[in-house]
């Protein structure tokens, strides 16, 4: 389909998904409210959220900001009360009558996908939440580099966030499918049996507490002092955030605190990208045979970088 095509086709849908979930009309949710005051709602129940933090969350100018919040006090859904560190903040919190009011506001939004994904198959389903979540992605633009923050070691859902990172883009560009997502999920799995030992440490690039990229160092399963750079990737919402090459600066720098004497990545031909920033990092090409452990026949390239 010819980009000019899919724009259109893009915005139409989304003009229609505006008018079913009933953003142009006077109330939203089951509810008198106006979608901002909706979301400001669920912005507020998350806790510690002050006033002047609502405009940015919400993307509303200050003006429109202390409006909605004056209905919403008079309503008796918010109440504002002083930070007790600083007098000028306001927090906001929700009163009795405010979290009765979202705990419906919750139950006919889950109402409303209920209904909308029993018309369609769990793959579908799968669909719909994938595409959502890589085009609201795209659309927030990639965080500044600042925003973006490295933590090590397992957590909750990363196994499965991984893998996603993973199948979502190789599917896109490669054609990759079952058999490399479960290429990638089982060697992670096995992996992470094995992070507390000190030769081997998996990285996240977090922002706004999700992942958006990875990289692990297995010292282990090749040869003694060989370390081997696995799981690398980056989300598409964080592409041009720089936190590609965060993250393979802290596995380099793992790498060279450990004293391995190489590292050594496999990847495959054509990745263009990936392969000028290994080789800005010191990795040279060694290695390159056809393989078809992906799923489909690649040419499968190892590159080798030896202690600086």
């Given at each position: 389909m010819p980009l000019s095509q899919t724009v259109d086709s893009i915005r139409a849908s989304s003009r229609q998904l505006v008018r079913e979930l009933g953003f142009t009309g006077n109330a939203f949710a089951g509810t008198e409210l106006s979608p901002s005051a909706v979301h400001a709602l669920i912005e507020i129940e998350q806790g510690g959220?002050?006033?002047?933090?609502?405009?940015?969350?919400?993307?509303?100018?200050?003006?429109?900001?202390?409006?909605?919040?004056?209905?919403?006090?008079?309503?008796?859904?918010?109440?504002?009360e002083t930070g007790e560190d600083d007098?000028?903040?306001?927090?906001?919190?929700?009163?009795?009558?405010?979290?009765?009011?979202?705990?419906?506001?919750?139950?006919?939004?889950?109402?409303?996908?209920?209904?909308?994904?029993?018309?369609?198959?769990?793959?579908?389903?799968?669909?719909?939440l994938d595409g959502l979540r890589l085009y609201a992605r795209a659309l927030a633009g990639p965080p500044a580099a600042s925003a973006v923050e490295l933590k090590t070691g397992y957590r909750p859902g990363l196994i499965a966030r991984i893998t996603e990172m993973h199948s979502v883009y190789y599917t896109r560009t490669s054609g990759f499918g079952l058999a490399f997502e479960s290429v990638v999920a089982s060697g992670l799995a096995e992996f992470a049996g094995r992070l507390g030992k000190p030769q081997n440490e998996i990285w996240s690039a977090m922002s706004g507490g999700d992942v958006?990229?990875?990289?692990?160092?297995?010292?282990?399963?090749?040869?003694?002092?060989?370390?081997?750079?696995?799981?690398?990737v980056v989300d598409d919402a964080m592409r041009g955030s720089g936190a590609g090459k965060k993250l393979l600066d802290a596995a380099l720098a793992f790498v060279d605190q450990r004293g391995f004497a190489e590292t050594h990545l496999w990847t495959f031909s054509g990745l263009d990208a990936a392969r000028h920033l290994y080789e800005t990092r010191g990795f040279k090409l060694a290695e390159e045979r056809p393989g078809s452990q992906w799923g489909s026949e690649v040419l499968e390239?190892?590159?080798?970088?030896?202690?600086?």
């Open positions: 959220v002050a006033a002047r933090d609502l405009g940015a969350l919400l993307h509303l100018e200050k003006s429109s900001v202390s409006r909605m919040l004056r209905k919403l006090i008079a309503s008796g859904d918010v109440v504002e007098g000028r903040v306001k927090l906001l919190s929700l009163t009795t009558a405010g979290r009765d009011r979202l705990a419906n506001i919750h139950g006919f939004a889950r109402a409303q996908v209920m209904g909308a994904l029993a018309k369609l198959t769990a793959e579908q389903g799968q669909m719909v958006f990229g990875s990289i692990a160092i297995d010292g282990e399963d090749l040869r003694p002092s060989i370390a081997h750079l696995r799981w690398f390239q190892r590159f080798a970088r030896a202690v600086p």
